[in-house]
Structures are given as C-alpha cells and as structure tokens.
C-alpha cells in the first residue's frame, strides 16, 4: 500500500471503529449478554488502535514513499483488522462460533505487521548529533 490508499483506510477504518461502536454501546446494550459484549467491546478496541497504526503508517509512508517494509506492516495490519475484528464482529452478531477459527489469523497477520514494522525501524539511518 502506498500513502494514498494506507490513508484511505485508515480513515474507513476508523470510521467504522468508531461507528461500531457507538451501535454497540447504544444498540447492543441489553440484547446482548455481558460475556458476547465483552468480545464484541474487545473488537471494537483492536480495530480502533489499529486504525490509529495505520494512520501513522500513512504519515510514514508519504515521508518514506516506496518503503516495501512498511508497505508490507500497513497490509498485514489492514488484514489482521479484517481477519481479527471482522470475524469477533461476525460471531457475536450472528452466534455462529465457529467464525472464531478465522480470528487468531488476524492476530497473527498484526504479529507479522508489527514485526515488519520493526524491520523498518531497524533500517533507518540514524544521524549523529555531533
């Protein structure tokens, strides 16, 4: 992903972070059962943070445009994003458990993300203050 697109979904992401949400907080609120809620909340939270990461991966990218490490951490996030929070979204929207077999791939995409993400920190170039 370059600039342009890792901002466009960061903005998606959010966005939907954020309108997933309040529909859980206001249309949820005693349809629910406090244990669905708690993993629906913890959706919520992963997408949310995510959404800000990759926010600052698009910043980085515009200052580092081409980086393929960096290219590679924004993908991986916006797959952990869909993988991970998709499928705790489906579940407890539907209560069908199964979709939680795909979540833990979500949470190993963003493993892989971050890592990538380390990658890229590890090759910059430091300048000395001297």
């Known amino acids: 992903m370059n600039a342009k697109s890792t901002l466009n979904a960061a903005a998606v992401a959010g966005f939907s972070a954020v309108a997933l ?3 859980g907080a206001h249309g949820l609120k005693g349809v629910l059962d406090d244990a669905i809620m708690t993993v629906y909340h913890t959706a919520v939270l992963y997408h949310l943070v995510h959404s800000a990461v990759l926010l600052a991966l698009a910043v980085w990218l515009k200052v580092m445009p081409g980086n393929r490490w960096l290219s590679w951490s924004a993908n991986l996030m916006l797959v952990g994003m ?7 979204y489906a579940m407890t929207l539907t209560g069908i458990r199964p979709l939680g077999i795909i979540t833990p791939f979500g949470g190993v995409s963003w493993l892989a993300g971050w890592a990538l993400l380390l990658v890229a920190a ?3 170039k430091t300048q000395d203050s001297e």
């Open 21 to 23: 949400g309040a529909f």
């Open 82 to 88: 869909i993988l991970f929070c998709g499928s705790l």
């Open 122 to 124: 590890s090759k910059l």
